[in-house]
């Protein structure tokens, strides 16, 4: 599949809405194409000083047009792709393109799963002190609460990376678990500290009882 190409240093995935400032004469460009063709574009990840992995984005609005021709723009994240190859300039074009492999998306996670996910996330809100709505099981979307639990961006291109829901689930489980860890024992160290600076009543110590 080809596909225009903007590469970003930034990661959205599929479902999230994706907000984004043009200002580059060729991003203009492919943002005209969109609404003239109604055509997709991919947003490959700038990481490692590479682009492997992106998602396929389609254009739902113009927000904004300024004088000089920069716009916002709102977009939504379709489809994980693997990039197979990259051109500066599409035949014809000032942007970017090349031939992406689009991913399958396999929904494989068990309610149990999800739900140990959910119950780890409230948990973990809870020890941050941020409310968090609780999400039944049949609405659940791991992707929609990516950017909410505190993964680095090399973790969630990692993510991305991961076919399989049940993959991703595990490899969010493990994040919890030793994120909550962290937190717990922070919490703990606070709560030792703030004894500890607080004035006490000692007994004091019988020196019959000792043997020297």
């Not at 990039?83 to 970017?96: A, H, L, R, T, W």
């Not at 993510?159 to 030793?178: C, V």
């Given at each position: 599949?080809?596909?225009?190409?903007?590469?970003?240093?930034?990661i959205?995935?599929?479902?999230?809405?994706?907000?984004?400032?043009?200002?580059?004469?060729?991003?203009?460009?492919?943002?005209?194409?969109?609404?003239?063709?109604?055509?997709?574009?991919?947003?490959?990840?700038?990481?490692?000083?590479?682009?492997?992995?992106?998602?396929?984005?389609?254009?739902?609005?113009?927000?904004?047009?300024?004088?000089?021709?920069?716009?916002?723009?709102?977009?939504?994240?379709?489809?994980?792709?693997?990039?197979q190859?990259?051109?500066?300039?599409m035949?014809?074009?000032?942007?970017?393109?090349?031939?992406?492999?689009?991913?399958?998306?396999?929904?494989?996670?068990?309610?149990?799963?999800k739900?140990?996910?959910?119950?780890?996330?409230?948990?973990?809100?809870?020890?941050?002190?941020?409310?968090?709505e609780?999400?039944?099981?049949?609405?659940?979307n791991m992707?929609?609460?990516?950017?909410?639990?505190?993964?680095?961006?090399?973790?969630?291109?990692?993510?991305?990376?991961?076919?399989?829901?049940?993959?991703?689930?595990?490899?969010?489980?493990?994040h919890?678990?030793?994120t909550?860890?962290?937190?717990?024992?922070?919490?703990?160290?606070?709560?030792?500290?703030k004894?500890?600076?607080?004035?006490?009543?000692?007994?004091?110590?019988?020196?019959?009882?000792?043997?020297?």
């Amino acid at each position: 599949m080809r596909l225009p190409l903007f590469p970003l240093k930034s990661i959205f995935f599929p479902g999230e809405t994706v907000p984004l400032h043009i200002f580059e004469d060729r991003y203009k460009e492919l943002i005209l194409d969109c609404r003239r063709e109604a055509i997709t574009f991919g947003i490959p990840v700038y990481i490692y000083n590479q682009i492997a992995f992106g998602t396929e984005v389609q254009l739902v609005d113009v927000v904004n047009m300024y004088e000089g021709g920069e716009m916002d723009v709102v977009c939504v994240g379709r489809q994980v792709f693997k990039v197979q190859s990259f051109q500066n300039e599409m035949e014809g074009k000032i942007y970017p393109g090349g031939d992406v492999e689009l991913l399958e998306n396999i929904n494989d996670a068990s309610a149990e799963l999800k739900d140990a996910i959910l119950q780890k996330i409230q948990k973990l809100y809870g020890l941050m002190d941020v409310p968090f709505e609780p999400i039944p099981i049949n609405k659940f979307n791991m992707y929609s609460l990516v950017h909410k639990i505190g993964l680095s961006i090399e973790q969630e291109y990692q993510l991305l990376q991961m076919p399989k829901e049940s993959e991703r689930l595990k490899f969010i489980n493990s994040h919890l678990m030793a994120t909550i860890a962290v937190l717990e024992e922070v919490n703990r160290t606070k709560g030792t500290i703030k004894m500890n600076g607080d004035f006490k009543n000692f007994d004091p110590l019988d020196f019959e009882d000792f043997n020297i």
